[in-house]
């Protein structure tokens, strides 16, 4: 079946540092890809999402592209701040129009000041 | 908008107890979504209603899970009798109803404890 895998956390950085949190996927269609995220003690939020390939969706710093060809949908930031610290989520959903998101493991990170 | 919103935010019970959780979603979104987070399996979907009807309960653990939507405003997800696997996260989320794959707002989660 279709499945996400993210890069193993927890990652810890220096504010202003340059972030790149990996994610892949397995799909057999065309999937819309989606990265959430989640901050203490809340439900999570939609950061950004692409729906075809070479889409990049981008959002508060965050950008991410939808490489079909690789098979992936890195999340990148420039300069990360402590407010950035939070899980991240990499999900899909199937198809275009598809409701259900399978969702990667999630990666923490904490951004130290 | 007062976002999705879930009660309990923490429960605590013992195993064999009956346990209802509630939702409320956004005001004029037709999807309603339950998921269970945990740290071994992670966020899975665990049933999903189009229209307070339900679409797909595959996810559904076991027949001790049920879950309904009476009317569009509210939804409960039932656990009876529980048991301590079942302690996690359980998150309620919305969203409209469209031809595409639309956002689903998340609520804040109810943390089970079942001891």
């Known amino acids: 079946g279709d499945s996400v895998t993210q890069m193993e956390g927890p990652v810890t950085l220096s504010e202003e540092a340059f972030l790149t949190i990996n994610c892949t996927y397995t799909a057999t269609g065309y999937p819309s890809l989606f990265w959430y995220v989640q901050y203490p003690g809340e439900g999570l939020q939609l950061l950004l999402k692409a729906t075809k390939a070479d889409d990049k969706g981008s959002n508060k710093g965050f950008e991410a592209t939808y490489r079909k060809e690789t098979t992936s949908f890195h999340l990148e930031k420039g300069s990360v701040q402590v407010s950035d610290s939070a899980v991240y989520f990499c999900?899909?959903?199937?198809?275009?129009?598809?409701?259900?998101?399978?969702f990667g493991q999630g990666t923490r990170l904490t951004i130290n000041p | 908008d007062a976002g999705v919103i879930q009660s309990p935010r923490h429960e605590v019970t013992e195993m064999g107890q009956e346990v209802t959780l509630r939702c409320k979603p956004i005001?004029?979104?037709?999807?309603l979504f339950w998921y269970r987070q945990t740290m071994m399996r992670g966020l899975e979907l665990l049933i999903y209603?189009?229209?307070?009807?339900?679409?797909?309960d595959s996810g559904m653990p076991e027949d001790r899970f049920s879950a309904k939507m009476p009317n569009a405003s509210f939804s409960t997800l039932k656990i009876q009798p529980s048991e301590p696997r079942d302690s996690a996260v359980y998150f309620c989320?919305?969203?409209?109803?469209?031809?595409?794959?639309?956002?689903?707002?998340f609520g804040p989660g109810t943390r089970l404890t079942v001891l």
């Open positions: 999900a899909l959903s199937d198809r275009q129009g598809a409701q259900k998101l399978v």
């Open positions: 209603f189009n229209n307070n009807v339900p679409i797909d």
């Open positions: 005001s004029g979104h037709n999807s």
């Open positions: 989320a919305s969203s409209r109803l469209a031809g595409g794959t639309d956002t689903q707002y």
